[in-house]
Nanobody, 115 residues
Framework: QVQLVESGGGLVQAGGSLRLSCVAS????????MGWYRQAPGKQREVVAT???????NYADSVKGRFTISRDNAKNTVYLEMNNLKPEDTAVYYC?????????WGQGTQVTVSS
């Protein structure tokens, strides 16, 4: 069974930066397209960035130019570098595969951006 463990969230001021990490186990990580998702209070979960096994990336318009997704297949880890954070980035961030997700999700990591 796949296990996903996210970390790196926290409380930052607007304009600040954070780096999220997600370790995946129980899967052949290197061949899977991975994504970072987020869910803000009262809103649906949305995908913010994806990365293919070869390293091709895509971003939601709302984070383009500010967030960078990367992966280390040797460590079964996907990262999300977040710069110039805005209050509207406040959410719980999760990783999962893309476009179809595994049924199980990790606990997520809370990102709170104060204005």
């Amino acid at each position: 069974q796949v296990q996903l463990v996210e970390s790196g969230g926290g409380l930052v001021q607007a304009g600040g930066s954070l780096r999220l990490s997600c370790v995946a186990s129980g899967t052949i990580f290197s061949i899977i397209t991975m994504g970072w998702y987020r869910q803000a209070p009262g809103k649906q979960r949305e995908v913010v960035a994806t990365i293919t096994r070869s390293g091709s990336t895509n971003y939601a318009d709302s984070v383009k130019g500010r967030f960078t997704i990367s992966r280390d297949n040797a460590k079964n880890t996907v990262y999300l570098e977040m710069n110039n954070l805005k209050p509207e980035d406040t959410a719980v961030y999760y990783c999962n595969k893309f476009p179809s997700t595994w049924t199980s999700w990790g606990q997520g990591t809370q990102v709170t951006v104060s204005s």
